[in-house]
């Protein structure tokens, strides 16, 4: 059984930061690219950042604003999201999930966990 578990979000005040987790269990994590989504109260769900199985050049929503970073660990079976800077506009409950293939639609994810709130007040 595949299970992904977030971790790390909260309530933080605008310009702080956080770290999102995500353990996934139940699956050969190497074998897949792995992504971060989020949604916010009245909006689709959105990508945020991906990281393809070799853990080289993570893709970005908006790589030219730099406030996130996406890493993996293969051999601890984690994915981690630093954000920084944030914003009240990044309020929203955020999933990790899994695919075979490093894309920004959803559709495309195979596995998801089951979110973690973040909430930047301002």
């Known amino acids: 059984q595949v299970q992904l578990v977030e971790s790390g979000g909260g309530l933080v005040q605008a310009g702080g930061s956080l770290r999102l987790s995500c353990a996934a269990s139940g699956l050969t994590f190497s074998n897949y690219a792995m992504g971060w989504f989020r949604r916010a109260p009245g909006k689709e769900r959105e990508f945020v950042a991906g990281i393809d199985w070799s853990d080289t050049s993570p893709v970005y929503k908006d790589p030219r604003k730099g406030r996130f970073t996406l890493s993996r660990d293969n051999a601890e079976n984690t994915v981690t999201l630093q954000m920084n800077s944030l914003a009240p506009e990044d309020t929203a409950v955020y999933y990790c999930?899994?695919?075979?293939?490093?894309?920004?639609?959803?559709?495309?994810?195979?596995?998801w966990g089951q979110g973690t709130q973040v909430t930047v007040s301002s």
């Open positions: 999930a899994a695919s075979r293939a490093l894309s920004y639609r959803p559709s495309t994810y195979d596995y």
